[in-house]
């Protein structure tokens, strides 16, 4: 079984609504992200955290909201969506010593917004 | 905020070839990662280098802390080469890392 899953793998949704990614790890991170990557570009931080109680804002936060519902579940809200959200989006985790500071990513969810 | 510049964007090279690829930071950080993307758009985590060299199999890199530069080689290049590499560095003052735009690397058979 794949260590970081993410739901759904793909999901095309209207303007104005609100959808949840979600993220499941069994690598016993207690560091996980979320990132989005626009066609030709490199990944861009939305929200981070680093434990269960610990949540950041990232680069690009605005229009998102995130839960960490458990150290192994971190689960990114468009409360509203617009086309401009269309991307697709990664979670990752890392861990917090030694080589586990390594980033290990879930297959992404590619999101359309018409 | 700290700068990530990748080079070349774009190599196109025969199957066999060898490949370097650079990434150059503005400012000290706590540590450089290279990624691979493959046309399936999965991310891989080949190296994890704050400074010195590491190998592994065909693929190596060199981290050039003081002189804010990293290279990644690539030896006897293979098709299932292609794909976008990535550099990211992480910031010592918040932790995130901050990506280049990547070079696109496409291996012709």
């Known amino acids: 079984d794949a260590d970081v899953t993410q739901t759904p793998r793909n999901r095309i949704t209207k303007t104005g609504k609100r959808i949840m990614l979600e993220c499941s790890q069994t690598k016993g991170h207690d560091r996980m992200y979320w990132y989005r990557q626009d066609p030709g570009l490199g990944l861009r931080l939305i929200y981070y955290?680093?434990?269960?109680?610990?949540?950041n804002k990232g680069e690009i936060s605005d229009g998102y909201s995130v839960s960490r519902q458990a150290q192994a579940k971190f689960s990114l809200s468009l409360e509203s969506a617009i086309p401009n959200q269309t991307a697709l989006y990664f979670c990752?985790?890392?861990?917090?010593?030694?080589?586990?500071?390594?980033?290990?990513f879930g297959p992404g969810t590619r999101l359309t917004v018409t | 905020g700290i700068q990530v510049e990748q080079s070349p964007p774009d190599l196109i090279l025969q199957e066999g070839a060898n490949s370097t690829l650079r990434c150059n930071f503005s400012?000290?950080?706590?540590?450089l990662q290279w990624f691979h993307q493959n046309p399936w758009g999965q991310l891989i985590n080949l190296f994890y280098?704050?400074?010195?060299?590491k190998q592994n199999g065909r693929l190596s890199a060199t981290t050039v802390a003081t002189e804010r530069y990293s290279l990644l080689y690539i030896s006897s290049s293979q098709t299932t080469d292609s794909g976008v590499y990535f550099c990211a560095v992480e910031s010592k003052s918040n932790y995130q890392l901050i990506w280049g735009a990547g070079t696109k690397l496409i291996i012709k058979p």
């Open positions: 280098i704050p400074s010195g060299t």
């Open positions: 400012d000290s950080v706590n540590n």
């Open positions: 955290s680093f434990d269960v109680k610990d949540i």
């Open positions: 990752a985790t890392s861990g917090t010593s030694g080589r586990t500071y390594e980033q290990y």
